[in-house]
């Protein structure tokens, strides 16, 4: 049995196929399949409001191929699934609902609570019951979530992304309202607070480290932003061998990691390469009562 995990980002689409493989006492599963585009649909939305229709036909164009990819894979199920560029673009259910009508897929726009959630499910398989600051930053919001005992305390969803970054639309206010969220909850969490931090950049952070373990501190990923800060983005794409839709937006967004992770007073950063299309294998897994699963197949990606 194979699952495809779709997400419609801000700064990229992707798509993951994966085996499903069945244990003794649980199930886990493999990449057999992964292909990531640069949409970049932030671009549009954050400054105009809405998607262009240059960028519509790209999604029209790319979404067939993905539907292909999946035909050709034998596809049992899959979650499609679009953030927050999609879900601030004022024609964004259109062009949902024309998704549905030539390629008959199902485009499912969903909130930053909604992705929090469908996040967390994958991050609950690798935390055990100490207190985590789940940080999860993409192109168009960042998602926050307080763990305590393997359950999510208090989550919330913030319109600062790389793109948004990129593209100056992020206010001062906006900032000074995401850090007296991190600051007002987790002043009595006891003892200390180790963060989890989800998304492309950080995942590129800490493989730009060499670093064999997947953990970061504070002063290893401003060593790597230092370092990385003296590119120009052009050796960036020709050096160090990022793609360029990663290049202009690493140091913004990984600056949000080191500000919440400051905020917080958290000197260590997990990276567990974990991401959206984790907590959609868990949910299709459960739509096909598949059973508990386990993530020992899990490497640091691109995702």
Do not use: C
Request: aromatic share 6%; hydrophobic share 40%.
């Amino acid at each position: 049995m194979k699952f495809a995990a779709i997400d419609i980002g801000s700064n990229a689409a992707r798509m993951q196929i994966s085996s499903v493989l069945k244990h003794p006492d649980s199930i886990s599963f493999k990449k057999v399949e992964y292909v990531r585009f640069p949409l970049r649909l932030g671009l549009d939305v954050f400054k105009k409001g809405y998607i262009s229709s240059a960028k519509e036909t790209e999604i029209l164009k790319l979404l067939q191929a993905y539907k292909l990819l999946m035909e050709l894979h034998q596809v049992e199920d899959y979650m499609l699934l679009a953030t927050s560029a999609m879900r601030d673009a004022q024609n964004g259910k259109e062009i949902a609902r024309r998704v549905k009508k030539e390629l008959d897929l199902d485009l499912q726009i969903i909130s930053g609570d909604q992705e929090s959630e469908i996040v967390n499910k994958g991050i609950l398989r690798i935390i055990d019951d100490k207190n985590y600051l789940h940080i999860d930053v993409g192109g168009g919001s960042t998602e926050i979530t307080l763990f305590s005992q393997k359950k999510p305390i208090v989550s919330k969803s913030f319109e600062v992304g790389s793109v948004r970054l990129l593209e100056k639309t992020v206010s001062d206010e906006m900032w000074k309202a995401m850090q007296h969220w991190v600051e007002k909850n987790i002043k009595d969490v006891v003892p200390k607070l180790t963060a989890v931090g989800i998304g492309g950049n950080i995942n590129k952070i800490l493989e730009l480290s060499k670093k064999k373990s997947k953990s970061l501190t504070i002063k290893e990923i401003e060593e790597v932003v230092q370092k990385i800060s003296k590119y120009s983005l052009e050796e960036l794409v020709n050096e160090l061998e990022l793609n360029p839709d990663r290049a202009d937006i690493i140091v913004p967004a990984t600056n949000v990691y080191l500000s919440v992770m400051k905020w917080a007073k958290i000197k260590e950063i997990l990276v567990p390469g974990l991401g959206l299309k984790d907590g959609i294998m868990e949910i299709l897994a459960e739509k096909h009562h598949l059973g508990k699963t386990t993530y020992q197949n899990i490497t640091v990606g691109e995702w």
